[in-house]
């Protein structure tokens, strides 16, 4: 602030003796009163004392460990059992014990089951054991875990086929702890899968497990 004050006396000093066109005493005058300000008002010149602060430097940040992907577990593939094979499927073992290609299933007398027009049966006699404490239905009509379908040629996906009344059925049969059961599953297929030479696998699972059999 002295030192802008200092500077206006000057100038005003100045621009006096320039228009007026004073003497060099008057100048002299002027000059020595601005001195005895200065001395008056202890003016002195701004001066550092202090060093400025060095730049703090930034810290050397290190390269992020590359994140190696998490391997996806590759399940094993599901062995392709044979007739006569069994298999262990959740509290149960399973055996397929025969099967054949037919258009009519046989009840009683001269009654029976045709297949439809363009179709045949595929009739599958499978034994389950129960390993459970307590009794249970392999595939129980209502609320049904397990199921079972054919697979064509590895393509064509046949579901079974339910027959009204013929309590040969495996479905809803129920069966004693430690005790085995055995009947048939049905399924409707197409002339074609049933007489060409493609393979057909016989299908059981639920949302968890599969076990499989090759029927042809």
């Known amino acids: 602030?002295?030192?802008?004050?200092?500077?206006?006396?000057?100038?005003?000093l100045a621009v006096v003796?320039?228009?007026c066109g004073n003497s060099a005493s008057e100048y002299e005058s002027v000059t020595i009163a601005l001195?005895?300000?200065?001395?008056?008002?202890?003016?002195?010149p701004i001066e550092q004392t202090e060093p400025l602060?060095?730049?703090?430097?930034?810290?050397?940040r290190e390269p992020e460990p590359t994140l190696e992907p998490t391997p996806i577990p590759i399940p094993e593939p599901v062995?392709?059992?044979?007739i006569g094979d069994t298999a262990e499927f959740g509290n149960?073992?399973?055996?397929?014990?025969?099967?054949?290609?037919?258009?009519?299933?046989?009840?009683?007398?001269?009654?029976?089951?045709?297949a439809d027009s363009g179709n045949q049966f595929i009739y599958a006699v499978v034994t389950v054991t129960n390993l459970d404490?307590?009794?249970r239905r392999f595939m129980p009509r209502i609320l049904a875990d397990v199921d079972s379908v054919i697979i064509y040629d590895d393509t064509f996906t046949f579901t079974r086929t339910r027959l009204l009344g013929y309590r040969d059925e495996l479905e809803d049969m129920l069966t004693n702890p430690l005790t085995s059961s055995t009947g048939s599953i049905v399924f409707s297929v197409a002339?074609?899968?049933?007489?060409?030479?493609?393979?057909?696998?016989?299908?059981?699972?639920?949302?968890r497990e599969e076990i499989l059999f090759s029927l042809r």
Do not use: C
Request: proline share 8%; aromatic share 12%; hydrophobic share 35%.
């Open 191 to 207: 002339d074609r899968a049933a007489e060409s030479d493609g393979s057909l696998i016989l299908r059981i699972h639920t949302n």
């Open 92 to 114: 149960w073992e399973v055996t397929l014990d025969s099967f054949r290609i037919t258009d009519w299933i046989q009840t009683t007398g001269n009654r029976g089951f045709e």
């Open 133 to 135: 404490t307590e009794p």
């Open 35 to 44: 001195e005895e300000y200065e001395q008056e008002a202890d003016y002195k």
């Open 17 to 19: 003796l320039v228009g």
């Open 53 to 60: 602060p060095e730049p703090t430097p930034e810290p050397v």
């Open 1 to 12: 602030m002295k030192g802008i004050i200092y500077t206006f006396l000057f100038a005003v």
């Open 79 to 82: 062995p392709i059992l044979a």
